[in-house]
Structures are given as structure tokens and as C-alpha cells.
T-cell receptor, first 115, second 109 residues
Framework: IAGITQAPTSQILAAGRRMTLRCTQDMRHNAMYWYRQDLGLGLRLIHYSNTAGTTGKGEVPDGYSVSRANTDDFPLTLASAVPSQTSVYFC??????????????FGPGTRLTVL | GQNIDQPTEMTATEGAIVQINCTYQTSGFNGLFWYQQHAGEAPTFLSYNVLDGLEEKGRFSSFLSRSKGYSYLLLKELQMKDSASYLCAVIDSNYQLIWGAGTKLIIKP
């Protein structure tokens, strides 16, 4: 593994089903993030984690949960999917929550369709 | 509220120069990023500005004026592979990244 991987690449899901999007990084970055990207709206932060064992809510957290049991993994769970959660989901990581320049590195994305 | 404005779409000619503007109103400022995103792919880092002035990196340059809440990305000697969306993002006082919706750049031969 080099960088950030996400799985699955794409998924079609029935409304009401539970779904976990996986994200793994091998850069030993402390901070990780989940975004959704919708046409015309840009990237919106769902949840973040500044370090293993801690998580926080972003701009659009409702309907999503995360966990950060270790440094490398940051799964995103949709407890009961709804059509409005149809989107492209990007996982990202950065060396630390702060710092200079502290750019974020992105995974390839998961395209999720909820019917 | 926090807001970042960028043009939705721009068109330019191969070999030419294009300037993509970004204006922001955020709660605090701790730096500004430009990312490039090709269709169907993840965003990739282009540049970072935290002080006023111009940062040059090859064919790409990024400018920042903190007093005006303004940045631009300048792309020179445009190539067809530069066709992509360009995302402006600002780090606010809580060290959260606030993202603009992106500017889709279309390069014509």
C-alpha cells in the first residue's frame, strides 16, 4: 500500500441498508478526514479524527458515524442509508491537524448510490 | 457564515495563460490551498499560501492578499492535461479546511 486506499470503489445500496466505507493509510498520519463531494457543492467534511482514539463532527455529520481504533484505519458507517447520501466519498489524511503547510492527501474515492 | 467563491467554469486556449480567482470570508485564516482534481479522480495538492505574495512552482503560481481575502492561481503555457477542476480551500481559526466548489477549467486546442 502506498498512500491512502478506499474500498469499495463503487457501491449501489438499497435505502435502509447499513454500509461501511473503508479507508486505510500507510503514511502514519495523525489526522484523517471523511468528505462527501456533490456536484456544485464542493467538498463537505463529514467527520474527522485528529489522532487515534478521537473523532469529531464536521459540517454534515448526520446519518454517519466513524471510529479510529488505530492510526491507519478510519471507517465511515451509514447506519441506515437514504437516497440523499448518494455521493462520492473521499477519505483524506494529513500529518497533523495543524502545522504548515499540512496538506491533505486524498484516497481515490468511493462512489455510492442509494436507491 | 463562512464562504469561498470561485468561478464555476472557465475556458482557455492551449499555450495561453489563465488566472483563476478565489475570494473568501472565513472565521480566521491559517493558510490557503489550491488543489487540482481531474474528472473522476481525487484532489491533489498544488500550492499553499500563508503569507501575502506570490508563490511560484513551475508553470503554476499562487497569489495571496490576506487583507483583501483574495487569492488567485495562475497557470502558464497551458496544456491539454491541465483540463481539470481547481479547488480553493482556506484553513479557518479552528484549523478546519473550508472548501470552495471548484472551478472547472476547459482547455481548447
Amino acid at each position: 500500500i502506498a498512500g491512502i486506499t478506499q474500498a469499495p470503489t463503487s457501491q449501489i445500496l438499497a435505502a435502509g441498508r447499513r454500509m461501511t466505507l473503508r479507508c486505510t493509510q500507510d503514511m502514519r498520519h495523525n489526522a484523517m478526514y471523511w468528505y462527501r463531494q456533490d456536484l456544485g457543492l464542493g467538498l463537505r467534511l463529514i467527520h474527522y479524527s485528529n489522532t487515534a482514539g478521537t473523532t469529531g463532527k464536521g459540517e454534515v455529520p448526520d446519518g454517519y458515524s466513524v471510529s479510529r481504533a488505530n492510526t491507519d484505519d478510519f471507517p465511515l458507517t451509514l447506519a441506515s442509508a437514504v437516497p440523499s447520501q448518494t455521493s462520492v466519498y473521499f477519505c483524506a489524511s494529513s500529518e497533523s491537524p495543524q502545522g504548515n503547510p499540512n496538506e491533505q492527501f486524498f484516497g481515490p474515492g468511493t462512489r455510492l448510490t442509494v436507491l | 457564515g463562512q464562504n469561498i467563491d470561485q468561478p464555476t467554469e472557465m475556458t482557455a486556449t492551449e499555450g495561453a495563460i489563465v488566472q483563476i480567482n478565489c475570494t473568501y470570508q472565513t472565521s480566521g485564516f491559517n493558510g490557503l490551498f489550491w488543489y487540482q482534481q481531474h474528472a473522476g479522480e481525487a484532489p491533489t495538492f498544488l500550492s499553499y499560501n500563508v503569507l501575502d505574495g506570490l508563490e511560484e512552482k513551475g508553470r503554476f503560481s499562487s497569489f495571496l492578499s490576506r487583507s483583501k481575502g483574495y487569492s488567485y492561481l495562475l497557470l502558464k503555457e497551458l496544456q491539454m492535461k491541465d483540463s481539470a477542476s481547481y479547488l480553493c480551500a482556506v484553513i479557518d481559526s479552528n484549523y478546519q479546511l473550508i472548501w470552495g466548489a471548484g472551478t472547472k477549467l476547459i482547455i481548447k486546442p
